[in-house]
Structures are given as structure tokens and as C-alpha cells.
């Protein structure tokens, strides 16, 4: 089993409806989970953190956690063509190190 | 603020030959850390430095791999001698503060990596 799981998509949704990308972890110690996105050819970029259950939003996006159900989701609401890029979720362990364990990914194609 | 630079950009070389990866992180960040992704596989830790010591180097594949942290500021990745498998992108991250006993919780802020393939 995979310490983070992600469908690999694409995942295709139309200009201006409400992509929802999910992850799952193995590790119940986990502490903190992320969300990048990632362009083709650049560097993942941080859009969303999340500590706590429960959602935090930040403009169009939602980061969801659930803790028990090991579940952690990003909502991407009125979703631009800009939007389609590589999104990956990331958990960060109990250890103090911080080292960052990532899921594959998961393509997002938003359709003018 | 310049962000985290890596160089060269591509590296194409023979299997059996020497790549060095060079990383410079965020000015004033004590935490630097590899990361690699394989063909279809995801992003996976390597290495974390804490200014010039090893953190972390569970995730190194093997004895091929040397990172350095000299004065604690930029970081070299040496694979040597380079086999396939060793093809990937190689990405360095860093962060801000470490904090002895509670380690660091800042974002982690990636470079555009290196791109190296082995033939």
C-alpha cells in the first residue's frame, strides 16, 4: 500500500464548475498535509496547508481534512483553464524531520 | 526575493559517469532537502540538511549518491558512477527555521529541478 494515494486523473471538469481532488494516507501519526501544484516543466508550488480537521478556504480553493478517515481533499471552485496542471498532495509525518511524502498526483484539465 | 535555483537544468549522460546537481536555496534558510521523481512515480525524499549536517538520509537509494552542504548554503548532489535507474528529476526544497527539539514547520518552497537522464 502506498503511504499516499491519489487517482492519477485527468481529472476533467468545464470552465467554471467544481473540481474535487482527493488523497488518502496510511500514516495516522501524520501532522500536517499540503496541497502543490505543478506545472509542466516547473517547480510544485504550495496553493493550501492544512493541520486540523475540518476545511480551510482560501479564495476558490477548500482544503478538507478528516483525520479519522485517513482523507484529505482540495475543492477548486470556479475552475479556470489556468487550473490544469499536476496537483499533489503531500503529508508531512509525526517525526520532527519534516521530510514530505507525496502522492503521484493528479492531472487536472479544465475545458473552455 | 530569488527563490530556490537549481543547475543545470538537463544533465544527459553515460551510464557509469559522474553528475553533480547544484541547489541554491532560499537566502537565510537553514533547511535544504533533495527530492526525486522517477518516470511515473511520485516525489520521494532523499535527503534534509539542516544548514551544513545531515538530517535525514534515510531516503538515499545507495552509496552512488553524495550530497553536501558546504557553509550551509548551497548543496551539491553527486551520483557516481550514474546507472539507469538513476534517470529522474531531482528537485531541492528548502525551508526557513529549524528549531532544536520541535524540528521545522515551515513550507517547504521546490526548485524547477534537474532533469537527468542516463543513457
Known amino acids: 500500500q502506498k503511504e499516499v494515494e491519489q487517482n492519477s486523473g485527468p481529472l476533467s471538469v468545464p470552465e467554471g464548475a467544481i473540481a474535487s481532488l482527493n488523497c488518502t494516507y496510511s500514516?495516522?501519526?501524520?501532522?500536517?498535509f499540503f496541497w502543490y501544484r505543478q506545472y509542466s516543466g516547473k517547480s510544485p508550488e504550495l496553493i493550501m496547508s492544512i493541520y486540523s480537521n475540518g476545511d480551510k478556504e482560501d479564495g476558490r480553493f477548500t482544503a478538507q481534512l478528516n483525520k479519522a478517515s485517513q482523507y484529505v481533499s482540495l475543492l477548486i471552485r470556479d475552475s479556470q483553464p489556468s487550473d490544469s496542471a499536476t496537483y499533489l498532495c503531500a503529508v508531512r509525518g509525526a517525526e520532527y524531520g519534516n521530510k514530505l511524502v507525496f502522492g503521484a498526483g493528479t492531472i487536472l484539465r479544465v475545458k473552455s | 526575493e530569488a527563490g530556490v535555483t537549481q543547475f543545470p537544468s538537463h544533465s544527459v549522460i553515460e551510464k557509469g559517469q559522474t553528475v553533480t546537481l547544484r541547489c541554491d536555496p532560499i537566502s537565510g534558510h537553514d533547511n535544504l532537502y533533495w527530492y526525486r521523481r522517477v518516470m511515473g512515480k511520485e516525489i520521494k525524499f532523499l535527503l534534509h540538511f539542516v544548514k551544513e549536517s545531515k538530517q535525514d538520509e534515510s531516503g538515499m537509494p545507495n552509496n552512488r549518491f553524495l550530497a553536501e552542504r558546504t557553509g550551509g548554503t548551497y548543496s551539491t548532489l553527486k551520483v557516481q558512477p550514474a546507472e539507469l535507474e538513476d534517470s529522474g528529476v531531482y528537485f531541492c526544497a528548502s525551508s526557513q527555521r529549524w528549531r532544536e527539539g520541535r524540528g521545522s514547520t515551515d513550507t517547504q518552497y521546490f526548485g524547477p529541478g534537474t532533469r537527468l537522464t542516463v543513457l
Open positions: 500514516d495516522r501519526g501524520s501532522q500536517s
